[in-house]
T-cell receptor, first 112, second 112 residues
Framework: KQEVTQIPAALSVPEGENLVLNCSFT??????LQWFRQDPGKGLTSLLL?????REQTSGRLNASLDKSSGRSTLYIAASQPGDSATYLC???????????FGKGITLSVRP | DTAVSQTPKYLVTQMGNDKSIKCEQN?????MYWYKQDSKKFLKIMFS???????INETVPNRFSPKSPDKAHLNLHINSLELGDSAVYFC???????????FGSGTQLSVL
């Protein structure tokens, strides 16, 4: 059974800092891994999708890496801004027809 | 706009009532999902349909019945609502071959 862990549960940083959000998963036989952002009271916004054959994906100030063998992914946020404050969720899919298994998220607060 | 749209956004009802939440996607995706986000913000799969066929059915009470009239729609009907059903319900869709999920904005269900 796949389990996804995100530690710490919350993180507070000053504006401008580069930061790394960690995600670990127990079953390395994944189909893909997806990072989402959720603002309070809102839905999930897909940030980056990494297929199992890929090592990383980039979008603007965001970079997500995937190391299947160690069961880890990291989301790197460069030059953080107050607008980046949100909950960041990592989710893993083990097969084309399987469910997404979510971590509990990391609530990020970027202080002006 | 291409999107996953679900209605209503808010649903407040009494215990014992029957209610439905509708979901539609105009993305041409072949797979649709229902997720539940509990009070601790943890997201858990409920159902998944691929081309109108049920492919994932997690341990969900029989009071919950998904219905997919076509590939673009996946509705969720809930009978005899209970207090514990209060949560945010998210619809999502994906294309089998690509696998990344796109989520609707959620339906906040409050059972009084």
């Amino acid at each position: 059974k796949q389990e996804v862990t995100q530690i710490p549960a919350a993180l507070s940083v000053p504006e401008g800092e580069n930061l790394v959000l960690n995600c670990s998963f127990t079953d390395s036989a994944i189909y893909n891994l997806q990072w989402f952002r959720q603002d309070p009271g809102k839905g999930l916004t897909s940030l980056l999708l990494i297929q199992s054959s890929q090592r990383e994906q980039t979008s603007g100030r965001l970079n997500a890496s995937l190391d299947k063998s160690s069961g880890r992914s990291t989301l790197y946020i460069a030059a953080s801004q107050p607008g980046d404050s949100a909950t960041y969720l990592c989710a893993v899919k083990n097969g084309a027809n399987s469910k997404l298994t979510f971590g509990k998220g990391i609530t990020l607060s970027v202080r002006p | 706009d291409t999107a996953v749209s679900q209605t209503p956004k808010y649903l407040v009802t009494q215990m014992g009532n029957d209610k439905s939440i509708k979901c539609e996607q105009n993305l041409g995706h072949d797979t649709m999902y229902w997720y539940k986000q509990d009070s601790k913000k943890f997201l858990k799969i409920m159902f998944s349909y691929n081309n109108k066929e049920l492919i994932i059915n997690e341990t969900v009470p029989n009071r919950f019945s998904p219905k997919s009239p076509d590939k673009a729609h996946l509705n969720l009907h809930i009978n005899s609502l209970e207090l514990g059903d209060s949560a945010v319900y998210f619809c999502a869709s994906s294309q089998h071959s690509q696998g990344g999920l796109l989520f609707g904005s959620g339906t906040q269900l409050s059972v009084l």
